[in-house]
């Protein structure tokens, strides 16, 4: 069996780490806490240098390199958080850093690689294809590879956000941390239940990306196959062996979150805390708002991990997480083909409330009469119940609606 990390590893990570990261808020929310009806707190890492927690484990990793290897630099794949943390600790231990990026990756994440002085190299596929490259580069030129999660020093300094939970939140209860290799849970596992055991530590990962489940019921490492998720940062196909051994010995238990529920909880995050949390960041909370958890001992920490969304895919989420919640209505109606038609329900539509983000008008659609149109309005309301006040008007009106 895998050798687990120890607590005095994650305390002499901690110290290598004093002056190089920051010390993240926790923060009480009562949106949440009323909605779960428990005591939920919020750890904000994604307030952290380079916007997620990667820099804990890769600072410590790099920082303890002999003097030999660093001269050969340091190489690494990733879409984008361990990206950024290979980045900076390479530069704040002056050490040459080479990163291999999906081509796809978000050009915010591979712009900020780029700012803190890495070489990136851009290749087609997924991040698979990139952790090929990657290997193959170090192969061939002698770098050492950081791997994102499947190494002691990368544990241990992940573990030392657990320290800081505690630190934080002495009496915590629950701790929910998304998983995506495990690195992060590992090490935050090893640092709680060293000292206080009963904690309950629950991991969440995406449906479309349950490699840990399926590894736990097979008792080793399983790949799975990556479905489309919004959650990028933690689609990874398998687990590694270090990290499993972890989960198996120290996690209470893992479950898991649909795509749905993440964008909603974003939407909450960015509506209700005031805070841009990238969907990966956010699935842990995710699962404690979905009543994924069971038992859900307070006070409950909620782990949100990483903040580096780009500016496209949050407007699309925050517009899914609307749509999720009820706060668009799309629906078809017919009218008259004549002057004042279009006006008249866009008239009644404004007495009730709503708010009008699109018109489409056809004259050639199934079940028209001869001077019907067709009308498509797409409408921002104040939740399920508007929605369902405002189709009630247009039908007592007169105009048959599909939504």
């Known amino acids: 069996m895998a050798e ?18 920051a010390q993240t808020p926790m923060e009480a929310s009562r949106a949440v806490s009323e909605e779960v009806g428990a005591r939920v707190l919020l750890k904000c890492e994604h307030l952290q240098r380079t916007g997620s927690f990667k820099l804990r484990g890769a600072f410590n990793r790099i920082v303890r390199l002999p003097t030999d290897e660093r001269a050969r630099g340091v190489v690494c794949a990733s879409a984008g958080n361990h990206a950024q943390g290979v980045a900076l600790s390479a530069r704040l231990t002056d050490v040459e850093a080479r990163v291999f990026m999906p081509a796809g990756a978000p050009l ?36 050492v590879f950081v791997h994102p999660f499947e190494h002691a020093d990368i544990i241990a300094g992940q573990g030392t956000l657990g320290l800081d939970i505690l630190d934080d939140v002495p009496d915590a209860a629950t701790i929910v941390v998304p998983i995506g290799g495990g690195g992060l849970i590992s090490g935050i596992a090893a ?29 080793h490492p399983v790949s799975v196959t990556v479905g489309d998720t919004i959650a990028d940062g933690i689609a990874v196909s398998q687990p590694g062996e270090l990290t499993l051994a972890h989960i198996e010995a120290l996690v209470d238990d893992v479950v898991t979150v649909s795509d749905q529920s993440i964008a909603r909880t974003v939407l909450t995050l960015a509506e209700r805390a005031k805070q841009v949390v ?12 979905e009543g994924a958890i069971a038992p859900l001992p307070e006070p409950v920490v909620a782990l949100l991990c990483g903040g580096n969304v780009d500016p496209l895919l949050l407007a699309r989420i925050i517009q899914s997480g609307l749509v999720s919640e009820g706060r668009y209505l799309d629906f078809r109606t017919r009218v008259q083909d004549q002057p004042g038609a279009l006006s ?13 983000v ?9 079940k028209l009469g001869l001077l019907e149109v067709e009308l498509e309005l797409a409408l921002e309301t104040r939740g399920p119940e508007h929605s369902d006040e405002l189709v009630a008007c247009l039908r007592d009106a007169g105009y048959p609606v599909e939504r």
């Open 108 to 143: 915010p994440k591979v712009a900020a690689t780029r700012g803190y002085g890495a070489t990136v190299e851009l290749v087609d596929g997924g991040v698979t294809d990139a952790l090929d490259a990657a290997t193959t580069h170090a192969q061939r030129s002698g770098a």
């Open 344 to 356: 008249a329900v866009l008239e009644l539509v404004a007495t009730r409330g709503a708010n009008v």
């Open 191 to 219: 640092a709680v239940k060293a000292v206080r055991p009963e904690v309950r530590i629950v991991g969440v990962q995406s449906e479309q990306a349950a490699a840990v489940p399926a590894s736990l019921r097979a008792g």
């Open 358 to 366: 699109g018109v489409e008008h056809h004259r050639i659609a199934p």
């Open 4 to 21: 687990l990390v120890e607590l005095d590893h994650i305390h002499a990570a901690r110290r290598r780490l004093e002056g190089v990261i």
């Open 278 to 289: 990238e969907p990966s960041g956010a699935t842990g909370l995710a699962a404690v708002l």
